[in-house]
């Protein structure tokens, strides 16, 4: 059953911690991204990444950092440097990044107290 | 920097008319256009796709007008079903940059 996984679907944390969400695809898909979502706002890049070890800032890559050492895995770690880190994180892949439909995992609801 | 505006918000409609959802854009180098339908605490699904050669794609009960000139695209679902409601996300990307996505609206179509 092929598709994107995000864990866990709640997270919550205190206040100047590093959290890491997970995400993992076995679409064998090239292209990964996160996205984060605020009420009112369509989804924003954080980063994105085309190939395994590489991977570009998105519109708001401040205070977050990413990782692509396998193909199948795009951990996103929210540093304490975020200033407003609670928020609804998406993780997607595509086959490519042209002309390709991005595939979305469930989400993951992160609440900083 | 909001180069792809979704206006309304939300949008009610019966069950059996047409939903028309709106979405606009700014950047002409834009030619592929998407729309995606989010249910609550899930991840969007793909809807459907057009490519900036085309005007119009059809799949079933949905269609996806661009008009290229007004920089504007619409969505088409016809008949609408309670099944529908849900969140409409309309997503634009040129090249091989990343996609942008509007604020979304949401639909609700009533029994």
């Known amino acids: 059953d092929g598709g994107i996984t995000q864990s866990p679907k709640y997270l919550f944390r205190k206040e100047g911690q590093n959290v890491t969400l997970s995400c993992e695809q076995n679409l064998n898909h090239d292209a990964m991204y996160w996205y984060r979502q605020d009420p009112g706002q369509g989804l924003r890049l954080i980063y994105y990444s085309q190939i395994v070890n590489d991977f570009q800032k998105g519109d708001i890559a401040e205070g977050y950092s990413v990782s692509r050492e396998k193909k199948e895995s795009f951990p996103l770690t929210v540093t304490s440097a975020q200033k407003n880190p609670t928020a609804f994180y998406l993780c997607a892949s595509s086959i490519g990044t042209h002309y390709n439909e991005q595939f979305f995992g469930p989400g993951t609801r992160l609440t900083v107290l | 920097d909001q180069q792809v505006k979704q206006n309304s918000p939300s949008l009610s409609v019966q069950e059996g008319r047409i939903s028309i959802l709106n979405c606009d854009y700014t950047n002409s180098m834009f030619d592929y256009f998407l729309w995606y339908k989010k249910y609550p605490a899930e991840g969007p699904t793909f809807l459907i796709s057009i490519s900036s050669i085309k005007d119009k794609n059809e799949d079933g009960r949905f269609t996806v007008f661009l008009n290229k000139s007004a920089k504007h695209l619409s969505l088409h679902i016809v008949p609408s079903q309670p099944g529908d409601s849900a969140v409409y996300f309309c997503?634009?990307?040129?090249?091989?940059?990343?996609?942008?996505f509007g604020a979304g609206t949401r639909l609700t179509v009533k029994p």
């Open positions: 997503a634009a990307s040129k090249g091989q940059d990343d996609m942008r």
